[in-house]
Each structure stands twice: as structure tokens, then as C-alpha cells.
């Protein structure tokens, strides 16, 4: 949980701020965000504004990022939204605001939190800060297979996989149907960039995004991985299960342990 507020030692003069100390989340992580905003209770909406109404913070800027940025606007790329406090100030997208700027629109897109400048500053920073270490967190596929406890793979035997799909330009590169005593499930293996979108040339050292929908995972695993960025929170309701796996431990279901015999087969043979 994060608490909300601002301490004396967090009091920083925004007005100067330098660009590499502002708070910076990654498009590919722009869902993250939401995500954990929504975890947490903080209140967002989307809004576009006119652009006078805008504040900048940040006192110095790439001028070669911002034509970037106007090239691409030109060329009708869709952006994120720039974040912004409720009082309208930028707590992230100045380049963004600048390309607008240059190229004369009135309107901007933006996501804005429902707290003032140093509010939202701070509980931006926070975030930031949890996701882009989460990106460096253990949760490669073979440190879940390693974690994975003794009795589980020994389990595993009587799990069949069978290959679904492989789509590069899908939402997953690797789905699979388990089937263990006639039950079938499904579960995927997706393996990510570093900077949070889909690898479509996976190792077995990059790390992954997991999930079946078998009970033992939406139960013991699920909450615990998606702490680590390892899963999406898919049907619970996010709450942490105390009871089920207070250590919060992350490892593989029976499912997902057969899938990656399958998964750490195909990249071998380069069939990924
Ligand atoms: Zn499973």
C-alpha cells in the first residue's frame, strides 16, 4: 500500500526540477499504471484540454525528442496521454506537451490524478518506481521453474501439453491446452522485453508473464506473481490470499511446469 501525502524531505521545489529527476513510466507500462491506480484507490479520468491550460514543471527538454515526437504525431501516431495533477500541472509527457506546442494544437489528451502538484507528484514517483523495479525482479521462466517446490514437479508427470498457438502479432506467443485426468486447461507462457512488451524472439533468460486458469493458480499464485509484474490479475478480485499463500511465494501450477517443458523445447529448436 502507499500512503498518500507528501513529508517534509519530499518537499522539492518542482519549479526547478531537471528532467532526469522526473518520475518516468514507459508507454509499454501505461497499463501498469492504471492498473495499481485502480489497486489503490486513487481517482483518475481521461480528459482532453485545451492547452493553455496546461503547466509545465520541468525546466529543460530534448529538442531533438520533441521533433521526434511531432513527426510522429504528424504521421497520426496515437500517444498515451500526458499525466497531469488536478491543478493541471505535468507530472509526466513534457516532450509530449512541447511536439503540441510546436505543432499548434489547441487540444492534449491527458490522464490526470486526481490530486494536486505535490500529491501527485509523489505518489507518481512512487509508482514509477514500483514498476520499473518490478521489470528487474526474479520472474524469468526458469527461476519459477526453480522455485516451483519438489512436490509439485513431481506431480506434474501425469500433465499432457498440447500446443494452441503461437501469434506473433496476437496478444499471446504461446498458449497452451494442459490436459491431466481427462480436465483440461489453459495457461500461457508470454515472454516480455525489459521494457514491458512482447519479446516475439524469446530466451529462456527473459522474463515472463504467466497464467492458467486452474484453481491451484488463481488461488495460490496468481496475486502473489502479479506482485512481481509475473501475472495479470485475470479473475480474482486482487485481494492478497492470506490463508491460501501468506508467504506469497511464486512458482509454477502442475499446468504451467508441463507448458514449460513444451516452451523450453520449442526455443531450443528455435520453432519460437
Ligand atoms: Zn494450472
Partial sequence: MYKIGVRIADLIILDEIKRVDMPQISSADF???????NEIGVSFQFVSLDIDRIIPIQ???????VENISNEIQKGKKLNPIIISS?????DGHHRYLAHINLKKEKIDCFQIGYPKLSAFYLYSKISKKINK??????????????????IKNRSTDVLAKLNTITKQGRFLY??????????????????????????????????????????????????????NASR?????GKNPIIMNP???????????????????????GKI
Fill in 31 to 37: 497499463n501498469n499504471l492504471i492498473l495499481i491506480m
Fill in 59 to 65: 525546466e529543460d527538454a530534448n529538442k531533438q525528442k
Fill in 87 to 91: 491543478d493541471f500541472y505535468i507530472i
Fill in 134 to 151: 518490478s521489470v528487474n525482479e526474479e520472474k524469468t521462466i526458469e527461476q519459477l521453474y526453480n522455485q516451483t517446490p519438489k512436490k
Fill in 175 to 228: 498458449t497452451t491446452t494442459t490436459i491431466s485426468n481427462g480436465n483440461s486447461h489453459t495457461c500461457y507462457i508470454r515472454p516480455m522485453t525489459k521494457k514491458g512488451s512482447l519479446n516475439l524472439n524469446p530466451k529462456k533468460t527473459d522474463y515472463v508473464i504467466v497464467w492458467c486458469d486452474c484453481n491451484h493458480f488463481l488461488f495460490n499464485l496468481e496475486t502473489s506473481l502479479h506482485k512481481t
Fill in 233 to 237: 490479475i485475470v479473475n480474482s478480485n
Fill in 247 to 269: 508467504k506469497m511465494k511464486k512458482f509454477l501450477c502442475k499446468h504451467l511446469l508441463s507448458a514449460y517443458d513444451d516452451y523450453i523445447n520449442k526455443i531450443e529448436r
